[in-house]
């Protein structure tokens, strides 16, 4: 009997917990049996403690109506997302692959552009990307390391097979969730975890900042290195003082820093200190009012030239952006091919460009099949499901696309895999991704796991926490559990 | 540290330290007026305006109430959110505070606050101060001291520790000479006698809501009067809500975070906190009386805020 699961339904999806036949996959197996031994009433009391935990810790996100801000918590499903060892090393065998070709392909874009030369992308593709930066060609970069933080998100087809769909190279968020999360578990299922052989992932601040301090200018071997937000009122303020607490530096505003000949200094108590390293949760665009967005009060005056003199580093580096373009990211296996010779481990999602003429007019013809993405939005924004489109929608994407056909891209929708989620109730199975967190430093380290984001609404294929989207833990088995399993 | 987050560091711990003094008054006002309800006499809602007076926000209270009800002062106290002295708002003030210095301070103290924040804006927080005003603000009392245990046991003592230090007496100094003035504010009742039984019910509450009841009577055998509570509660020097204590400690706290030496002074703030911890050394009782109580405490209060202004200047800036 599997008791809590007794009604649950595949209905025809792939599900990472249960075979098409219901039968339960290997690596869940004991969670089942765990779970089993549960009534309803017992989980939805571990169920009401979780949510007071993070309620209580704070981690929540504001919405505002009216002037009144209430506080939301994320919401967390307590079914955990489990990924067998073999599966997790051809994932981070191919992130790593993926995160070195792309920090190759920003070198390359601004100083020799060989890529483009060499005819593997258009000129025009890179030079039309909002995120390009042609004010930083020649600039060299302590280590070449331009993304030092990459999150991928990552989906599953059908078949089970996994694939890429966008990688988020300028200030992907979300990773604090992933230790949250884990604690939470910990606290709510302190015998789930008996055994089962989950790689811990508390690591992930620790080596975060090894991978700062790896990239101090001049080899500064004791460099001072802050995290700078744009704020409380930002969404993700929780997790940048998540990540300064945990990495034991300070956390500071464009309010605390001053740029003088050249440097970069912080206000204290004692009197101005130089910083060398800023892990920054600011856009490029507000980072610095002289040279991006004037009106930005973000910024920090002077902090691009105090970057470009080699003064101080920003992780991660400015430009980033024109790697997770969505244009750029058809031409991502054709990069790997270029610099790194190898064939790409993770294939991207299936992908017409509207720029390329044939692929345009598959394109228009097909907008009730496709998935249309702006190529530069983010959260959820900017996108089109066909099949869930209404006539107005579809024709509103039409005449955009045709307006800007640079500015989207279109891809068959994948039914992404689905996993069993608590609702009213009972259990029913819902859409997921995963967004693995990369760093890059002297070494490419990836915490064992990363965000598995739940669409919350049936049926819904957006995981985004912009659109209601909610949070899974994410476990990843050690080696050599498998065959006990 | 950085100089925003010191400042912050400051103004949490006012914050928390003004939140706790308000419930006391609350609390030791309610059971004033219990007293004199039992006992009879004239108009009970009386017995809450020198509350208004001794937290000085009479205007906006009555933009708000036409009467002054036992009800109106504390729901405008406890929870009006367009009060920026009610108890709901400074707890909101100090957990603003917070959260840009949660890399300061332990996860611990972020918790207990956090929660505390939680229940005041919950309609659990309204039925409990429904059902007992009293009980209340004891629970809330309680909260806040626990906040100040896990501080001092959770947070590293160094400059921010300090800061949150300055704060704290700065605020509770202040709190002190206004808990002693509400004494000026309390007109007796006709007939009434200095020394008399509800004179000395008054004095009484005053020694309640500093928490100094029971270290007053090991040191005065009984006698209630207010030469010697007022010589208690400002000249004391080890009881830690005398407003003596609360300056010197204020004045180590400044000490430790420049790394002077007490008895010198580095900047404005150390010589202005030097100079009032030195007349609160060197003064006594009937000297005060002299110049007068009320003008004596309101003059501890500019003084106190002169030592605020300064340290903004010093440091925060």
Request: glycine share 8%; charged share 25%.
């Amino acid at each position: 009997m599997q008791g809590l699961f007794d009604q649950y339904e595949t209905e025809g999806f792939f599900d990472e917990m249960f075979e098409v036949d219901g039968k339960v996959r290997p690596h869940y197996e004991r969670l089942l049996g765990r779970f089993s031994d549960m009534d309803t009433a017992t989980f939805e009391r571990k169920r009401s403690m979780a949510e007071s935990a993070y309620l209580n810790q704070g981690i929540t996100f504001t919405v505002y109506r009216g002037d009144e801000g209430t506080e939301r918590i994320m919401p967390f499903d307590l079914v955990p997302r489990i990924i067998p060892a073999d599966e997790w090393r051809h994932l981070e065998r191919g992130l790593e692959q993926r995160l070195r070709a792309l920090n190759l392909f920003l070198h390359d874009i601004y100083h020799d552009q060989r890529i483009v030369k060499e005819g593997v992308i258009p000129l025009e593709i890179i030079r039309t990307a909002k995120h390009y930066r042609p004010e930083l060609v020649g600039l060299d970069v302590p280590h070449g390391i331009y993304i030092h933080v990459c999150g991928t998100d990552l989906i599953r087809g059908a078949d089970g097979q996994y694939l890429v769909l966008e990688d988020n190279g300028r200030c992907p968020s979300g990773v604090s969730y992933v230790l949250e999360n884990r604690q939470a578990m910990k606290r709510v299922f302190p015998k789930l975890f008996s055994r089962y052989g989950v790689r811990p992932v508390d690591r992930y601040p620790q080596e975060l900042l090894a991978a700062l301090r790896y990239v101090a200018p001049g080899g500064n071997p004791d460099p001072t290195v802050v995290v700078l937000t744009p704020g409380i009122y930002n969404s993700a303020y929780f997790e940048h003082s998540f990540l300064a607490r945990a990495m034991g530096i300070e956390i500071v505003t464009s309010q605390d820093l001053i740029v003088e000949d050249s440097r970069v200094f912080m206000k204290t108590t004692k009197g101005l200190k130089q910083v060398d390293v800023i892990y920054r949760r600011i856009d490029d665009d507000f980072l610095d009012p002289t040279v991006f967005r004037k009106d930005s009060v973000l910024g920090v005056p002077g902090i691009v030239n105090a970057y470009r003199e080699g003064n101080v580093n920003l992780a991660n580096a400015l430009g980033t952006g024109v790697a997770d373009d969505k244009v750029t990211y058809y031409y991502v296996p054709a990069m790997i091919r270029f610099y790194l010779g190898e064939e790409p481990i993770l294939p991207n999602v299936e992908t017409y460009l509207s720029a390329v003429e044939s692929d345009r007019k598959y394109i228009l013809e097909n907008l009730e099949q496709l998935v249309v993405k702006a190529a530069n939005e983010s959260g959820g924004y900017g996108m089109m499901i066909g099949p869930h489109a209404t006539k107005a929608e579809i024709e509103k994407f039409r005449a955009a696309i045709i307006a800007d056909p640079r500015g989207y891209i279109a891809q068959p929708v994948v039914s992404l895999s689905r996993s069993p989620c608590r609702v009213d109730g009972g259990f029913e199975g819902r859409h997921i991704d995963l967004r693995p967190y990369i760093l890059m430093g002297e070494k490419t380290t990836i915490i064992p796991g990363g965000l598995t984001r739940v669409a919350m609404r049936k049926g819904s294929l957006v995981v985004n926490s912009s659109q209601g989207g909610g949070t899974k833990d994410t476990w990843v088995l050690d080696e050599g559990e498998e065959q006990s399993c | 540290m950085l100089s925003r987050v010191a400042d912050s560091c400051f103004w949490l711990s006012r914050y928390i330290e003004r939140a706790e003094s308000s419930s006391r008054i609350l609390d030791v006002n309610m059971q004033l007026v219990l007293d004199f309800e039992a006992l009879n006499y004239s108009d009970s809602n009386l017995q809450w305006i020198p509350i208004l007076a001794t937290l000085e926000d009479q205007e906006l209270f009555h933009q708000l109430h036409e009467k002054t009800t036992g009800d109106a002062v504390m729901e405008f106290i406890t929870f009006e959110k367009s009060n920026p002295g009610s108890i709901l708002a400074s707890v909101t003030h100090a957990r603003e505070n917070a959260r840009t210095v949660r890399e300061q301070i332990s996860s611990e103290m972020w918790e207990r606050l956090n929660r505390l924040y939680l229940y005041l804006q919950s309609p659990d927080a309204r039925a409990s101060h429904r059902e007992s005003p009293i009980g209340f603000y004891r629970a809330l009392v309680e909260n806040l001291h626990s906040f100040q245990g896990i501080t001092d046991a959770t947070m590293t003592h160094g400059e921010g520790w300090q800061f949150l230090q300055v704060g704290k007496f700065l605020e509770r100094a202040d709190s002190a000479s206004r808990v002693l003035d509400f004494k000026y504010h309390v007109l007796l009742p006709q007939d009434e006698k200095v020394g008399g039984n509800i004179d000395v019910t008054q004095w009484l509450a005053v020694l309640r809501s500093c928490s100094a009841m029971e270290a007053y009577f090991k040191l005065s055998h009984g006698r209630v009067t207010s030469w010697e509570v007022a010589e208690f509660l400002i000249l004391h020097d080890s009881f830690p809500r005398s407003i003596r204590f609360c300056v010197d400690a204020l004045d180590s706290a400044l000490h430790r975070i420049s790394g002077t030496d007490r008895g010198h002074f580095e900047n404005e703030a150390e010589r202005l906190s030097g100079l009032l911890r030195s007349n609160l050394d060197f003064a006594n009782i009937s000297s005060i009386f002299k110049t007068g109580l009320h003008q004596y405490l309101e003059e501890s209060r500019n003084r106190l805020g002169g030592i605020s202004n300064a340290l903004a200047e010093t440091y925060c800036r």
